[in-house]
């Protein structure tokens, strides 16, 4: 209890199914982690996000936010003011044709001076880097700055969680990578709980702690470096593998690369191409 997600026993099913998506989950999250949640399509992650905020009903199992059980409905709107989801899809986020007024779209409904409105504004666009867009139209920015502009309208809300679900799959590698080094800030520098929901089992490199979620299940929770380069294991839980994996199994072949250390993907190639060998 106390400063922590805390996910109890959870198990979920749709009412119209007869299956569970979701199987006796047990989780805690503590407050300034950053944990990754991985797991293929289906395997059950959005569901579980969509719980810890109230979003679906929760019938088997707890969860409590900073103590604050989701079962109480009393409790939901004091768990959103704490804690945010940033979707995949920013088009479905944004609300207004000007960024300035897509951030202050939400905070109008929770708050009434005009100065402290306008400070919050400010300083979340500037901790994503939008602080020059702002009196841009928002239909002409890219994918990832309209993903940054829609974590600008989620930090002025000053969660302490943010659960970002698959926020940076509709973005191209740019796109990607500045949303990416935004949220090691966000977690680093301002101390907010980051949970990176993806399928991408690279970006668990983000974290020192990683969940894997397979049929509604967790397969794992612990450090990346375990399971990053084990293809049978990502197989096994519908990951793909990824091209540093592939490349260090190829270093292992030839007997350069024995240990379990984790290199980018640069650098592996990098040593590839020394090596002269190929994929
Ligand atoms: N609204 C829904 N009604 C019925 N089944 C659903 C619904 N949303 C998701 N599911 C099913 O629940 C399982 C988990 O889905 P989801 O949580 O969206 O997985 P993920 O986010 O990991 O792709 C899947 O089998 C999916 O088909
Ligand atoms: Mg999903």
């Not at 400070?119 to 702002?134: F, G, Q």
């Amino acid at each position: 209890m106390g400063n922590c997600i805390e996910i109890i026993n959870v198990s979920f099913k749709y009412d119209e199914c007869e299956e569970f998506v979701l199987k006796n989950i047990n989780l805690t999250i503590n407050e300034g982690d950053f944990v990754c949640v991985v797991g293929g399509n289906g395997s059950g992650k959005s569901t579980l996000s969509k719980l810890i905020n109230g979003i679906y009903e929760l019938k088997y199992g707890d969860i409590f936010v900073n103590s604050m059980s989701v079962r109480d409905a009393s409790n939901i709107l004091n768990i959103r003011k704490i804690l945010s989801i940033v979707f995949q899809n920013p088009d479905n986020q944004i609300v207004s044709t000007l960024v300035l007024d897509d951030v202050v779209f939400g905070l109008e409904n929770i708050l009434n001076d005009r100065e402290e409105i306008e400070r919050r504004v400010y300083d979340a666009l500037k901790k994503v880097n939008m602080i020059e867009y702002k009196d841009h139209n928002t239909n002409m920015l890219s994918g990832g700055q309209k993903q940054r502009v829609s974590i600008a309208g989620v930090l002025s809300m000053m969660p302490r969680y943010i659960i970002f679900d698959e926020s940076t799959s509709m973005l191209d590698p740019n796109g990607k990578k500045e949303i990416l080094s935004i949220l090691k800030d966000l977690n680093e520098v301002y101390g907010i709980t980051i949970i990176l929901i993806t399928h991408f089992i690279e970006e668990c490199l983000l974290s020192n702690r990683v969940v894997v979620l397979s049929n509604g299940s967790i397969k794992y929770d612990g450090k990346p470096r375990d399971i990053l380069y084990d293809e049978k294991f990502l197989e096994e839980n519908n990951l793909d593998t990824t091209p540093s994996c592939k490349i260090s199994n190829i270093l292992k072949k030839h007997g350069i690369y024995k240990g379990n250390n984790i290199f980018n993907l640069e650098e592996l190639e990098d040593l590839l191409c020394r090596l002269n060998l190929k994929m």
